[in-house]
């Protein structure tokens, strides 16, 4: 009777552990699991401080999806785009910076040294999440579903170099992309932002 009691035990935690395998496999975008991503609310990624957040739960605000870097001549955007994030996060506008070191080698640092060059630096004050990489073999599933001609037909294609920004709508569409030379304050920005906004 214990033999009994002890093997449904072990098949019972044998069977949660793979159910929560998968549902973890699902919720961080892992292209391994078969599943369909359609949306950025479909992702789970670590922030800075190693924190689970999905992104679902920015549905409804406008959201930029800027790729960053701290040794970056386009750096200094930074500056400018928390100064966009203050003007319109009470109007539910979000910027989620996503460091990486794709391009030569320019976000060299741990996930702390890039969160200490952030606040001190230039104010941070939006989210930003753990590094990833943004292209090539390595590339996260979230900016794979950003980049794929496939889901993303009218903004796809290869990140080009730090800083390249989708922005978003309220119902999680893909509005508009720019290129890293295009900064946050400029008129085209503000504008797809102000437009998006309504």
């Not at 930074?78 to 319109?88: C, D």
């Not at 890039?114 to 990489?133: A, D, E, G, L």
């Not at 794929?148 to 709508?169: A, Q």
Request: glycine content about 8%; proline content about 5%; some cysteine.
């Amino acid at each position: 009777m214990k033999t009994k009691v002890v093997s449904a035990l072990v098949v019972t935690v044998i069977v949660a552990a793979v159910l929560a395998i998968a549902l973890s496999s699902r919720a961080s975008g892992n292209p391994d699991s078969g599943e369909k991503m359609s949306s950025i609310y479909d992702f789970t990624l670590k922030d800075i401080d190693r924190k689970e957040v999905n992104l679902g739960q920015y549905r409804g605000k406008v959201v930029l999806v800027v790729n960053v870097a701290s040794r970056c001549g386009y750096t200094p955007q930074y500056e400018g785009l928390q100064k966009v994030y203050m003007k319109y996060k009470d109007r539910g506008f979000v910027i989620l910076g996503f460091p990486a070191n794709n391009f030569m080698g320019q976000e060299p640092g741990t996930d702390e040294e890039i969160k200490t060059f952030c606040s001190t630096k230039y104010n941070v004050t939006f989210p930003i999440f753990s590094k990833i990489s943004v292209k090539g073999d390595d590339i996260h599933p979230l900016y794979k579903f950003l980049t794929s001609k496939e889901t993303n037909p009218d903004f796809g294609g290869d990140i080009k170099w730090n800083f390249s920004k989708f922005l978003l709508d309220k119902s999680g569409k893909i509005v508009a992309r720019f290129e890293p030379k295009v900064t946050p304050e400029s008129d085209p920005m503000i504008q797809a932002i102000e437009n998006a906004l309504q």
